[in-house]
């Protein structure tokens, strides 16, 4: 598949445990911020959004964290199944355009 | 997942041929993106449509045009392709964007393109 990174940093977890993904971003007037997946030869796929008049919000099996003092962003994944083994990237909104991060590599030992 | 679909998947051109690359939406989306996917760069901005006819630069457009003359069909363009245009290209739609922050972006699966 397509790679979307040779140098990413990478989170190894163990299967069943939980994962937590961070994401610092880089400009303060940012309102509004996501998480992407993307599995090895396919686009990067929606997971969450939130934004900056909330620091959390949930979705199923994930959480999204944002502490906008330290400008950093977290994804929680509870449970973590071999499924969920990809490239995860926060991307931010500035203003009318994301921005993207570079990503995290999550690997899911069974 | 949101309807996009791109083509071709895969192509192998060689230096100076010029190329398009296909998006197509089924979700009557009024904003589309084009992002290339570098290993290094993480996804970076093309080109995008705000409606029919009206396109604007991205971060890295120089090499690259676009037209948009039907909503769902947005057309990447490569003039006379080079080997640094070699990566995996993604279209994104958007059903809002533009002056509203809150623009969460779907995105197709990817196109490969290699120029030897």
């Known amino acids: 598949g397509e790679s979307v990174g040779l140098h990413l940093p990478t989170l190894s977890v163990q299967e069943g445990d939980n994962s937590i993904i961070n994401c610092a971003y880089s400009?303060?007037?940012?309102?509004?911020f996501i998480w992407y997946k993307q599995e090895s030869g396919k686009g990067p796929q929606f997971i969450i959004d939130?934004?900056?008049?909330?620091d959390k919000r949930q979705g199923q099996r994930v959480t999204v964290l944002l502490n906008k003092t330290v400008k950093h962003l977290s994804l929680q994944i509870a449970a973590t199944q071999p499924g969920d083994s990809a490239v995860y990237f926060c991307?931010?909104?500035?203003?009318?355009?994301?921005?993207f991060g570079g990503g995290t590599r999550l690997m899911v030992k069974p | 997942d949101a309807g996009i679909t791109q083509s071709p998947r895969h192509k192998v051109t060689e230096t100076g041929t010029p190329v398009t690359l296909r998006c197509h939406q089924t979700?009557?989306?009024?904003?589309m993106y084009w992002y290339r996917q570098d290993p290094g760069h993480g996804l970076r901005l093309i080109h995008y449509s705000y409606g029919v006819k009206d396109t604007d630069k991205g971060e890295v457009s120089d090499g690259y045009s676009v037209s948009r003359s039907k909503t769902e069909d947005f057309l990447l363009t490569l003039e006379s392709a080079t080997s640094s245009q070699t990566s995996v290209y993604f279209c994104?739609?958007?059903?809002?964007?533009?002056?509203?922050?809150?623009?969460?972006?779907?995105f197709g699966p990817g196109t490969r393109l290699t120029v030897l």
């Open positions: 991307a931010e909104n500035p203003g009318n355009m994301l921005t």
């Open positions: 979700e009557n989306h009024r904003y």
């Open positions: 939130i934004r900056s008049n909330m």
């Open positions: 994104a739609i958007s059903g809002s964007g533009g002056s509203s922050s809150y623009n969460e972006q779907f």
């Open positions: 400009n303060s007037a940012s309102d509004y």
